[in-house]
């Protein structure tokens, strides 16, 4: 007993006050990050956006009417709007579709198709335009010529946006248990049934936030540069142009409207992305 008495006087002892000078260092570290984080996302982000915002409110509402109203503006704003949403429901079967065959599916090259899908990814906005002018513009070598036409317009979105639909869908296939599928199979339920019924719920999440990323990366995307040429200008082509004649209350009052496109596709996104990680952690995982 005193052995064991003399060996705990030799532990040294802690400081009464370590415990709180920890606890409030840790608090002075969290509290500087935040700040420094807070301060260098204002400088990046939050002071050029309100600057934005201020310079587009200058002329009050009605000459932010009077500048989103106008023939040419309207015409870009219906054009990209509208071409966005042709992108979002040809990407959201396609892409669907490519995840599907990609996860459930074993083929010849499937890992150089799987690569592929990410090549709009790496390639500069206007090597992308050149490409899509070179294989569908004057001279094609397939003898389809789209440039400086709409369709065009929704041919280069497409070829931009695939890869969104494709890659926040494919993670939740692989999570998916075969198992639910299988056992539905097996009360004779039709392959149709199963994925309406099992599948498709659970893919939903996913596909709204491929679907929203679609959308306003179609909004914002310059990739249809030269395939229109002033021809079909999208609005980010249409602020472009007016930019270089020098900054207008139009392209202040266009700038704005692409903010706010741009805070509802995050919040958009944020929101499917939550309900995916729900519905991933809700999926029943065979024991091993």
Do not use: C
Request: proline share 6%.
């Amino acid at each position: 007993m005193t052995s064991a008495t003399s060996d705990l006087s030799r532990v040294p002892r802690r400081p009464a006050g370590a415990g709180l000078l920890r606890a409030a260092g840790r608090r002075a570290g969290t509290g500087l990050g935040v700040g420094v984080a807070t301060l260098y996302l204002s400088l990046i982000v939050l002071i050029p956006l309100a600057a934005v915002v201020v310079r587009s409110g200058e002329t009050g509402l009605d000459g932010f009417w009077r500048a989103v109203t106008t023939p040419e503006t309207a015409a870009a704003l219906v054009l990209t709007v509208g071409a966005s949403l042709i992108v979002v429901a040809v990407n959201v079967v396609t892409g669907t579709l490519i995840a599907w065959v990609l996860v459930r599916d074993r083929f010849p090259g499937q890992r150089i198709v799987d690569t592929l899908i990410d090549m709009p990814f790496a390639l500069p906005t206007i090597v992308a335009g050149l490409v899509l002018l070179t294989l569908y513009g004057p001279g094609s070598p397939v003898g389809i010529d789209l440039a400086y036409q709409r369709v065009g317009v929704v041919v280069a979105l497409l070829f931009v946006t695939l890869p969104f639909v494709v890659r926040t869908v494919q993670p939740v296939l692989i999570e998916l248990d075969r198992e639910m599928e299988e056992a539905a199979a097996s009360l004779g339920a039709s392959q149709a049934t199963i994925f309406r019924r099992i599948v498709l719920p659970n893919l939903y999440p996913a596909i709204a936030a491929g679907a929203a990323i679609a959308f306003f990366q179609s909004i914002e995307n310059f990739n249809t540069t030269l395939f229109t040429r002033g021809t079909y200008d999208t609005l980010t082509v249409y602020v472009f142009s007016k930019v270089r004649s020098g900054i207008t209350p139009t392209i202040n009052a266009l700038a704005l409207i692409l903010i706010a496109i741009t805070i509802v596709g995050v919040v958009w996104y944020e929101i499917s992305r939550r309900r995916t990680a729900r519905r991933l952690s809700a999926i029943p995982h065979p024991q091993s």
